[in-house]
């Protein structure tokens, strides 16, 4: 049995969202995860500025974006990632 995607929110989930996130993971791949919930309810917390999640969820992208960008510069660069 397969089990259903939450669309409740805890600081746990959020936690670890944010902690996949910060790594370079994609919203979409870290939803389609067992468990997890689906992308439109994250992206709903996410976008609910009064939402405890948001500022968490955008501090998050920052990194994560800086982790990819450096991700590319070392491909650019011949080193493995």
């Not at 089990?3 to 600081?11: D, Q």
């Not at 969202?17 to 309810?41: F, H, K, N, V, W």
């Not at 609910?48 to 450096?70: I, L, N, T, W």
Request: proline letters at 4%; glycine letters at 6%; hydrophobic letters at 40%.
């Amino acid at each position: 049995m397969v089990n259903e995607p939450t669309k409740k929110y805890t600081n746990a989930i959020g936690a670890r969202i944010c902690e996949l996130l910060a790594e370079g993971q994609t919203l979409r791949s870290i939803c389609e995860a067992e468990g997890m919930p689906t992308e439109a309810a994250v992206r709903q917390w996410a976008t609910d500025e009064d939402h405890p999640f948001a500022s968490q969820y955008a501090r998050a992208r920052v990194v994560g974006y800086h982790k990819m960008a450096d991700d590319l510069i070392d491909i650019a660069d011949g080193k493995s990632v």
